[in-house]
RNA sequence: CGGGGUGUAGCGCAGUUGGCUAGCGCGCAGCGUUUGGGACGCUGAGGCCGGAGGUUCGAAUCCUCUCACCCCGACCA
């Protein structure tokens, strides 16, 4: 398996899915579209999961399971809902041999099955808020799949709010798109532009729809996370009320939000290099390799007995593999894990026992600028400090690209030009027109209007009239 | 759904003017020598050539039909 993967530089994608199969991140699945999550892959996401969780619980959020399994009826009750997300729906018909009196829906997303409960459980203003996530897996039907960008099946977690007025819903969506903008920025190293969606963009049965925007190492967009403002639609739908302190009957106003199995591949994608994966040292299942080197058994055992005392030291401190095979020569270990992405390697030999240290290699930096070496002594810190320092040298690495290849085109002409090769920040009047007239000129959508705007006024980068508002355009995935 | 492509050993492929025993590289197993940037030798295991029909003395190879997957578009986290 440990073959070489397509360069970056040559062919974007064929890179993409080689890391993800050589690294063993991933694997296809018999099943079309579906994906095998791989324990390196796993590892990954599920340390995704624990700086998201962590952050929900700190904001209040508890967590639920809600069933896999939807009544087909309850999709209709909302109508843009229905409409947004029928071509896409897996219909179970039978179970136990029989046809079913009514189909069921593999959930695609649960805001319909979540607020059928809800109007169960709510019936005072004391009932609220309630603040829910549930981490599952979700299927839709998409016609086209990428391994972690899009897949049939997909692990996520859904967020779902039930508040008693819109302003408290608004500021509820609004932070947890600051848990995500923090979660990828920090602990994922991947900038992101925080946002909302034009109308054309937003989520089927959103009043309005936040997102984070990350550009991809060949300058695509991806939409990292979401979180959405749901306003009383499914309440209304789904008869969600509440009385309040006056004793009037009110329907509650809602958000979800949600993060999915996508981050792993923003993360492969936005870090990688010719070389395969680089992690980042927070989120890495292994945050550093150690490779120990010996020529004869009696080097072997002083090698080993070595290792032994440094990972005494790292203890819970540091994620860290012992990788003593003896199959094969450190070479070709140090090109295994620099593909598998782990942050930060550790060569120990002979010749290090005796000096009393170790020789570091960094993953971010490679060939000799990337190696130093390190006393034995204190090594826990040394080791921790530089993966602090990997950790912020890849965001600012992927920033200064991002930054690189963000253009404020003041024609249209040069506007197609900056979308064929990274994001437009422009003008935009606000008119679907001329979102759709841009999107089929020039396959480039709106992927967010930014909070961060400098308050001036413009002219729409396509039909020229006034704009009070920039937008990033780029092409996505 | 439209367009393109691929199915032969675990992986990557060759073989396809029909021809006898289906091959190469990597990987895998055993033994030995190796080990500071992808080591080497020897021995060996592993295939109903995607599936079904047909043509033929003979099919991986020709014909028909099917299935699966990948890539490019439209749809989407």
Not at 139 to 149: A, C, D, I, K, P
Not at 462 to 468: I, L, P, S
Request: glycine share 8%; proline share 4%; hydrophobic share 40%.
């Amino acid at each position: 398996m440990t073959q070489k993967v397509t360069p970056r530089s040559k062919d974007y994608f064929r890179w993409y899915t080689d890391v993800i199969q050589k690294a063993e991140l991933a694997d296809y699945a018999p099943v079309k579209g579906c994906m095998v999550i791989r324990p390196y892959g796993y590892a990954l996401w599920e340390n995704i999961q624990q700086g998201l969780d962590r952050r929900f619980k700190a904001t209040g959020h508890v967590n639920a399971y809600f069933p896999l399994f939807i009544p087909e009826s309850f999709i209709r009750k909302e109508a843009e809902h229905v409409e947004g997300f029928s071509p896409e729906l897996a219909v179970v018909t039978h179970g136990g041999g029989k046809k079913l009196e009514e189909p069921l829906i593999v959930r695609p997303t649960s805001e319909t099955i979540i607020n059928a409960m809800y109007a169960k459980w709510v019936r005072s203003w004391r009932d609220l808020p309630i603040l829910i996530n549930q981490w599952c897996n979700v299927v839709r039907w998409e016609m086209r799949t990428r391994l972690f960008l899009r897949t049939t099946e997909f692990l996520w977690q859904e967020g779902h709010t039930a508040h008693a007025t819109p302003e408290e819903a608004e500021e509820e969506a609004l932070r947890m798109l600051d848990v995500y903008a923090d979660f990828a920025e920090n602990d994922a190293a991947i900038p992101v532009f925080k946002g909302r969606k034009s109308d054309a963009e937003r989520f089927a049965g959103a009043v309005r729809s936040y997102t984070i925007e990350a550009m991809m190492g060949d300058k695509r967009a991806l939409q990292a996370g979401t979180s959405h403002n749901l306003g009383d639609n499914f309440a209304r739908a789904f008869g969600t009320q509440y009385l309040d302190r006056n004793n009037e009957l009110r329907y509650v106003h809602q958000t979800s939000w949600g993060v999915s199995t996508r981050m792993v591949g923003a993360i492969i994608m936005v870090h990688g290099d010719d070389q395969g994966l680089i992690l980042p040292p927070k989120l890495a299942p292994y945050q550093v390799v150690i490779v120990p080197i010996w020529h004869d058994e009696e080097e072997k055992a002083r090698v080993l007995a070595t290792v032994e005392t440094i990972t005494g030291q790292f203890g819970e401190a540091v994620r860290y593999k012992v990788d003593d095979r003896e199959e094969y020569s450190p070479g070709w270990k140090f090109n295994e894990w620099e593909m598998r992405g782990v942050p930060l390697r550790l060569e120990i030999g002979p010749r290090d026992v005796a000096e009393g240290q170790v020789v570091l290699a960094r993953r971010d930096i490679g060939g000799r600028e990337g190696k130093s070496s390190a006393s034995m002594e204190g090594l826990v810190g040394i080791v921790q400090e530089m993966l602090d320092k990997i950790q912020a040298n890849l965001f600012a690495r992927a920033l200064k690209f991002r930054e690189d290849n963000t253009r404020e085109p003041t024609d249209y002409e040069e506007f197609k030009a900056a979308v064929e090769n990274g994001f437009a920040r422009s003008y935009w009047c606000g008119s679907a027109e001329c979102e759709a007239t841009i999107k089929e000129e020039t396959r480039a959508t709106i992927r967010c209007i930014p909070f961060d705007q400098d308050g001036k006024k413009g002219k729409c980068i396509y039909c020229g009239r006034e704009a009070t508002e920039k937008a990033i355009f780029a092409r996505a995935y």
